[in-house]
């Protein structure tokens, strides 16, 4: 399975932007990069996915590198509300994805 | 849209008893997963059905862990005998397929939390 690297924790003041980094080296031309959130005693929820395009909507921005071995999720404006476990994975046509253990992100006042 | 819904919440059992945690996915989603989730980890997937078929069972521990979709809607995962090692958060989760899309999303339920004494 095609693997992600993650920071395992980052830190960011309330109000300012995260950019949140991963690195998949071993991508292929075919998998999605999708990432996913953990709030404390929920399951993952979907924050957003792309294939080659940088991607934007409600939540989040996508920022996907040219050769696609790295993409970056942003948020532009932290709120105490996004402190949860970020994961990044990739999605293959067979469906099949693998979760790393995530970025801690800790949102301070 | 309803979500994905599970249960129990959480169950308490003793080593060597028997456990099942139930799934109902979304409506049409055609795809549904186990996964388990151990404290600090990340979610590893246990098994992947396509409607009522087992399409990735690999890292399930058939000597312990069964899992079956009748009729291609519910779900149920059963634990028999437990070790303590079982003790996660079991999640359950679904897409809609269609066709191979990798851009499918998954919608996660809330988790069967389980532990073993």
């Known amino acids: 399975d095609a693997k992600t690297t993650q920071p395992n924790s980052m830190e960011s003041n309330e109000e300012e932007p995260v950019h949140l980094p991963c690195n998949h080296s071993?991508?292929?031309?075919?998998?999605?990069i999708h990432w996913y959130r953990q709030l404390p005693s929920q399951g993952p929820e979907y924050v957003i996915h792309g294939l080659t395009s940088n991607v934007n909507n409600r939540m989040a921005s996508l920022a996907i590198a040219e050769d696609r071995k790295s993409s970056t999720l942003i948020l532009h404006r932290a709120t105490l509300r996004d402190a949860a476990v970020y994961y990044c994975?990739?999605?293959?046509?067979?469906?099949?994805?693998?979760f790393g253990d995530g970025t801690t992100l800790t949102v301070k006042p | 849209e309803a979500g994905v819904a599970q249960s129990p919440r959480y169950k308490i059992i003793e080593k060597r008893q028997s456990v099942a945690f139930w799934c109902n996915p979304i409506?049409?989603?055609?795809?549904l997963y186990w996964y388990q989730q151990i404290l600090g980890q990340g979610p590893k997937l246990l098994i992947q059905f396509q409607n009522n078929g087992v399409v990735d069972d690999s890292q399930l521990p058939k000597d312990r862990f069964s899992a079956e979709r009748l009729k291609g809607v519910d779900s149920t995962l059963k634990i028999q005998p437990a070790k303590l090692e079982d003790s996660a958060v079991y999640l359950c989760?679904?897409?809609?397929?269609?066709?191979?899309?990798?851009?499918?999303?998954?919608?996660f339920g809330a988790g069967s939390r389980l532990t073993v004494l």
């Open positions: 994975i990739l999605k293959t046509n067979a469906g099949k994805s693998t």
């Open positions: 409506s049409g989603h055609a795809t």
């Open positions: 989760a679904s897409k809609r397929t269609r066709g191979g899309s990798g851009a499918n999303v998954l919608t």
């Open positions: 071993t991508i292929s031309g075919t998998d999605y």
